[in-house]
């Protein structure tokens, strides 16, 4: 997996002060997507174990992590999204993951990653359907809390 970049003390990806981190490969290519620059998966820098481990480090200060891009659940970024979010509950379970996908809930709601997760932002961005909720590009997509869910891992 590679990725674009990370915020640090990000506080409009979700609740609280978050750190931020934005991957590369989406196959959606919304029209009027802002971050097309995170489009192609060989763009960016290889998520690399010390940068992994330089962004959970990070982590110790904030409430959460949010994964954005590109699309987190591009299927060549699946595995190193669920090893980051293992490491990162194993490590801050008291803290929240929050995850933009293009993908529907029920297109993805099988990923065993999906179990690590507990805020889910859905849908393809629309930018015909412009929004002033909160975390969202666009009326369509879905704040879905998924804390339910993670009961069971």
Same mark, same amino acid.
């Given at each position: 997996?590679?990725?674009?970049r990370y915020?640090?003390?990000?506080?409009?990806?979700g609740?609280g002060i978050r750190?931020t981190? =934005?991957?590369?490969?989406?196959?959606?290519a919304?029209?009027g997507c802002?971050?097309?620059s995170?489009w192609d998966?060989?763009a960016?820098?290889p998520f690399?174990?010390?940068v992994?481990?330089?962004v959970?480090?990070l982590?110790?200060r904030?409430d959460?992590l949010s994964l954005?891009g590109?699309d987190?659940l591009h299927?060549?970024?699946r595995?190193a999204?669920?090893?980051?979010?293992q490491? =990162?509950?194993?490590?801050?379970?008291d803290?929240? !993951?929050?995850?933009?996908t293009?993908?529907?809930?029920?297109e993805?709601?099988?990923l065993p990653?999906?179990?690590?997760?507990?805020v889910? !932002?859905?849908?393809?961005?629309?930018?015909?359907?412009?929004?002033?909720?909160?975390?969202r590009?666009?009326?369509?997509?879905?704040? !879905?809390?998924?804390?339910?869910?993670?009961?069971?891992r």
């Open positions: 997996m590679n990725y674009d915020y640090t003390d990000d506080l409009v990806n609740e750190l981190l =934005f991957v590369t490969g989406c196959q959606h919304c029209p802002y971050n097309r995170t998966r060989k960016g820098q690399s174990e010390t992994r481990d330089r959970l480090d982590c110790a904030h959460g954005s590109g987190p299927p060549h970024n595995p999204i669920l090893d980051l979010c490491r =990162f509950k194993a490590r801050y379970p803290k929240d !993951i929050w995850l933009w293009g993908y529907e809930h029920a993805v709601r099988d990653l999906l179990a690590w997760v507990d889910l !932002i859905d849908g393809r961005y629309r930018q015909d359907l412009p929004t002033t909720l909160p975390w590009g666009s009326a369509n997509q879905r704040l !879905i809390r998924l804390r339910h869910e993670c009961a069971a």
